[in-house]
């Protein structure tokens, strides 16, 4: 009796040990055959959720007004030059990046834009860089992260929201905490001890400003489309940021994007 | 003599070479770019109402909408009623004639420009294009096109990377998981939405 029962749960055991290992198998095929079909994978979903109704309800009653104030009242010009002014001051961090990830003549180009519009471009305002044939270009920790991660750009770690900066990813807030640690400008700051009120504060609030008025027509529109906002940002936030990084493996690779989108079509 | 022929191979490839683009491109280019030309026709023409029926032709001449919608559901597709599923589509296709209708606005002379059209072994089209404002950066939005015996037809449209199934199918699939799994209320927001 007690043999017998023994011998089930042994066998019992077995048969959970092989669906476990052929479970893992499937898993473990579903993250390496990862066409992007699946869902953002968002384990904290309820704090992400609560965090993110934080942030609409600031965004409704503070930053969106500011936002729409600032785009129909501010001249288009001040708007451009308030802009070139925060790309300007990412450059350096760019440049980190691009020699991070392997291209040092672009990254000497970023350099140059950085000199050139920071002196003939009156610190930034004006971006004569471009029009000297010395492209734009924007690159953070998180990009370089998915530029070497041997996983589906898709694949970011766990979805977050972050107070006020809104979606993001393990891959990329951990992203955002290395530019700002390696940012020559923060560190210049903080061992000048320039007080918050004459660099960081205005630096952040024109960020803010700068990126919701731009963000604000493709927002709107989810938004006003969407039978859930919050999935639907999960979705499109995850798909853009994929999208930045892929383009990037693409120069290496320039048929991945297409055969994925082959697999993306058999999983449906 | 081999001289001769080389220089003829030599004139047959800069003709082909020289040939216009939309020529050499095939049907499915020629959709997109009659599609945008239609809808660029429509906003100049009218507004409101009258707009949103045009945007609803088109989506139904040009779209694989019952694809579109298909995907859009992905595995609750099946557990859903013929009856039910003819409902979604319906009110899939009203929301999404609204949605672009209010999208575009007032016509502030945009083109769309096609560029590199790759034709996949799955029989899958995909068309770049280039949506160039009066102001502002140049938007990329890439169409996926499947042809399921009536011509190639718009299966997806990927704006700056975005899908709008993958993006449509994550709402969806959220807003029923949050309803209890059912597809029923999805429905009845979506058709409480095209109503008003």
Redesign the interface.
């Given at each position: 009796m007690a043999e017998g029962f023994l011998k089930t749960m042994a066998a019992g055991a077995r048969r959970s040990t092989v669906a476990v290992l052929a479970a893992a198998a499937l898993l473990g095929g579903c993250a390496t055959g990862d066409t992007?079909?699946n869902?953002?994978w968002d384990p904290l979903e309820t704090p992400n959720r609560f965090i993110f109704s934080i942030n609409r309800a600031v965004d409704i009653i503070a930053i969106r007004p500011i936002a729409v104030l600032y785009r129909d009242w501010m001249p288009?010009r001040a708007q451009r030059g308030i802009h070139n002014v925060l790309d300007n001051l990412g450059e350096p961090v760019t440049a980190i990046n691009e020699v991070v990830q392997g291209d040092p003549s672009r990254a000497a180009t970023t350099m140059a834009r950085f000199l050139v519009n920071s002196t003939i471009g009156l610190a930034g305002i004006f971006d004569v860089a471009t029009s000297f044939g010395l492209t734009h270009t924007k690159e953070g920790a998180g990009n370089t992260v998915g530029y070497y991660a041997s996983v589906e750009p898709e694949n970011g770690g766990f979805y977050m929201v972050l107070p006020l900066a809104g979606p993001s990813n393990a891959r990329d807030a951990a992203g955002l905490m290395a530019d700002y640690a390696v940012d020559p400008f923060r560190i210049l700051t903080f061992a000048l001890n320039v007080d918050w009120l004459l660099y960081s504060g205005p630096r952040w609030g024109a960020t803010v400003v700068d990126v919701r008025t731009r963000t604000l027509f493709a927002l709107d529109?989810?938004e006003?489309?969407?039978?859930?906002y919050?999935?639907?940002l999960?979705?499109?936030y995850t798909?853009?940021r994929?999208?930045?990084i892929?383009q990037k493996r693409e120069k290496t690779d320039p048929r991945s994007e297409?055969q994925r989108?082959?697999n993306l079509?058999?999983v449906? | 003599m081999p001289f001769a022929s080389r220089r003829a191979v030599l004139c047959l490839a800069v003709a082909v070479l020289a040939m216009p683009a939309h020529a050499a491109d095939g049907p499915a280019a020629a959709v997109i770019e009659k599609a945008s030309a239609e809808v660029i026709a429509l906003i100049k023409a009218k507004t409101g109402r009258d707009r949103e029926a045009g945007i609803r032709t088109i989506l139904l001449t040009y779209f694989d909408m019952p694809f579109m919608g298909?995907?859009a559901l992905?595995t609750h597709w099946a557990a859903t009623a013929p009856a039910q599923r003819d409902r979604f589509l319906k009110a899939v296709v009203s929301?999404e004639a609204r949605?672009y209708s209010?999208?575009f606005g007032q016509y502030g002379g945009q083109t769309l420009t096609v560029g590199r059209v790759?034709t996949?072994?799955?029989g899958?089209t995909?068309v770049d294009s280039k949506l160039s404002q009066t102001?502002g950066q140049p938007i990329a939005i890439q169409w996926?096109l499947r042809d399921a015996g009536q011509g190639p037809r718009i299966t997806d449209v990927k704006i700056?990377?975005?899908?709008m199934v993958?993006?449509?199918?994550?709402?969806?699939?959220?807003?029923i998981q949050?309803h209890g799994g059912k597809v029923e209320p999805?429905i009845e927001?979506?058709e409480k939405r095209a109503a008003n």
């Open positions: 992007g079909a869902e953002p288009a529109d989810l006003k489309n969407s039978v859930d919050y999935a639907a999960r979705s499109a798909q853009q994929a999208e930045i892929r297409l989108r082959d079509a058999l449906r | 298909q995907s992905g929301a949605a209010e999208r790759s996949r072994s799955n899958v995909v102001n996926e700056e990377g975005v899908s993958m993006t449509r199918r994550s709402d969806f699939n959220s807003y949050g999805l927001e979506l």
